[in-house]
């Protein structure tokens, strides 16, 4: 690590006097090697004084700038400088690729107004000028954090910097300490290592969570970073959540333009955004109204609630039953626990809403047994995605249609995980051949934001009446706004394409012919692998995550719910991963 204008450092060392050269420091010591960089020296930090001024943003377009809340003058010098350095990595790898220094707040306000006139101005990460922020440039620029006080060390930093380009440095590290230390209240905090992130969660959060030992941090596509800058293969989605990946530019770019009309207004009144995203949802789905809210959850109480009046005002009270199956998984409200077929889910939190009953899947005379004369549903969910990923049979499921039809139950269908075209289509059930009553649907209809809704067909798009189901945060329109992202984007090729690399996915694995794998199963991009006798699935999640894949287990297997936009390079990736880890 090579540190220029160095007299902070010089003072702190004990007397290295190298204020108009650089240091280089190795091994734990400090020792001045004069006014020019050894060749191929790779990184430069600024740790006094200030050395930059306008000139300097033409030699190079990915200089980054970084700057830390936490460097003093007192203490072990060393340790400052190791502090100093860990830091300013961390920043590297979040993204701070571009500053503009401009000497003074009014050349810094006319150089920022000038970019921003010409077009080419896309918000840097800092801007760098005077010893206090800049509110009036500020307030036009999403991107700006601080400004710094550089004024000194110019001509030597020209050099070196000129050296370092010379010999093909792809950036210049500067870390500004010292006067040039962020003035209190800057918007802008040290970026935190796991084990700060981890210890405030262990300090604030409820610990209803087993998390796996890594914080996440930046995305892009089906690539993840974590704090630490590692790299993950991204085959969660957030549990079926990001259906566009990270750091989708139309998807962001629809929230902020929303964001900055109207965050929230409450269902008294209309928007635009979720009228939109319905004229465009009923009709793919071929339903007839929509209602949204928030989560999974909350949707699957929306259509028991549905089936459950229709049912009252059409034939009384004694005919409110609702039949799952057992496998499924159905939420984790009171209710929801209820109607989901797993007895471990039964537990706690007594009593539980009644009126319930199982069968076992893909039996359909054992689904007719439950016939009680009190029954008002049947709720499937057509892949059972905690249970397994187990899909029901095409068979099965069009004969609890007619079934279904001919007692007039509802078919509610539980599209939480299986919709918004993580299985190749829009919905499951357009691959099933069968038309739910009503059908529910969250995870990946924002393509990240918590939304969720449910869609039910003519007969029963009127039992929901003014008063009789609502929700505060519905219908929210920055989620509606991100939602038509989603929706432009499942184009019958995208889907097309989410069933191929389903199938490339799915042969991939099994191609690997590994140990602890057995067969794979699924629809689209919805993939569960069987685990072999004498593997556990956590460890074998455990191991893929420590090395760089992020996967999901469900039942005693393993569940792959990757992001639709991921790409045969990240797919081959994750595979490798796979294949050095458990071959």
């Not at 050349?107 to 970019?115: H, I, T």
């Not at 007895?343 to 009644?354: A, G, K, L, M, R």
């Not at 892949?383 to 004969?399: F, I, N, R």
Request: contains cysteine.
């Amino acid at each position: 690590m090579y540190l220029n204008n160095c007299h902070l450092i010089g003072a702190l060392s004990g007397g290295v006097d190298c204020q108009s050269g650089y240091v280089e420091i190795r091994d734990g010591r400090i020792s001045s090697v004069g006014e020019q960089l050894p060749e191929g020296a790779a990184e430069v930090y600024d740790c006094g004084g200030g050395t930059l001024l306008p000139g300097l943003i033409d030699l190079h377009t990915h200089i980054t700038l970084l700057s830390n809340v936490g460097i003093s003058c007192s203490g072990d010098p060393m340790q400052v400088l190791v502090d100093a350095s860990a830091q300013a990595k961390r920043y590297l790898r979040h993204g701070f690729t571009t500053i503009r220094d401009c000497g003074s707040i009014g050349r810094a306000a006319n150089y920022v107004k000038k970019l921003i006139a010409g077009g080419v101005f896309d918000g840097p990460d800092l801007i760098t000028c005077g010893s206090t922020l800049m509110p009036s440039v500020q307030n036009s620029l999403s991107g700006l954090a601080a400004m710094n006080h550089f004024c000194d060390g110019v001509e030597e930093f020209r050099k070196g910097t000129r050296e370092e380009i010379a010999n093909g440095a792809e950036f210049i590290k500067i870390y500004a300490s010292g006067s040039a230390l962020l003035p209190t209240g800057v918007p802008l905090h040290p970026i935190m290592t796991f084990e700060e992130i981890k210890n405030l969660d262990e300090q604030y959060v409820m610990h209803s969570y087993s998390r796996f030992p890594v914080a996440l941090d930046r995305g892009k596509g089906a690539t993840l970073w974590d704090a630490e800058g590692r790299e993950y293969i991204d085959f969660t989605s957030g549990i079926g959540v990001c259906s566009l990946g990270y750091a989708n530019e139309a998807w962001a770019n629809a929230i902020y333009q929303q964001a900055m009309k109207v965050g929230h207004i409450s269902n008294l009144f209309y928007t635009e955004p979720y009228a939109r995203l319905a004229s465009r949802l009923v009709p793919a789905a071929g339903m007839a109204a929509a209602f949204f809210g928030n989560s999974g959850a909350e949707a699957n109480e929306g259509i028991i609630k549905v089936a459950r009046k229709y049912s009252y005002e059409k034939y009384g009270e004694g005919r409110a039953t609702i039949i799952t199956l057992k496998n499924s998984f159905h939420g984790r409200t009171i209710t929801t626990l209820k109607a989901t077929g797993q007895d471990h889910f039964h537990e706690y939190f007594f009593p539980f809403t009644e009126g319930f009953r199982y069968a076992p899947a893909n039996d359909l005379e054992a689904l007719r047994a439950q016939d009680r004369g009190d029954v008002c549903a049947v709720m499937v969910e057509l892949v059972q995605g905690e249970g397994g990923v187990l899909p029901l049979d095409k068979g099965y499921v069009k004969a609890v249609e007619a079934l279904c039809a001919e007692k007039d139950w509802l078919l509610l269908v539980d599209e939480v995980q299986t919709g918004v075209g993580r299985t190749g289509t829009l919905f499951a059930f357009q691959q099933y051949d069968v038309l739910p009553d009503v059908v529910s649907f969250a995870k990946g209809i924002a393509g990240g934001l918590p939304m969720s809704g449910i869609m039910a067909n003519e007969k029963c798009k009127d039992v929901l009446g003014p008063g009789m189901h609502a929700t505060t945060f519905g219908a929210n329109p920055v989620c509606a706004a991100a939602g038509l992202v989603v929706q432009e984007i499942l184009s019958d090729g995208f889907l097309k394409e989410v069933q191929e690399k389903g199938e490339y996915l799915r042969k991939g694995i099994e191609a690997l012919n590994l140990p602890c794998f057995g067969k794979t199963r699924g629809l689209g991009l919805m993939i569960g692998v069987e685990v072999r006798e004498g593997w556990a699935n956590k460890d074998i999640a455990g191991k893929l995550i420590e090395n760089g894949l992020l996967i999901l287990t469900a039942g005693p297997g393993m569940r792959l719910l990757p992001p639709l936009v991921i790409t045969k390079d990240e797919m081959d990736k994750g595979l490798d991963i796979m294949k050095k880890i458990l071959g």
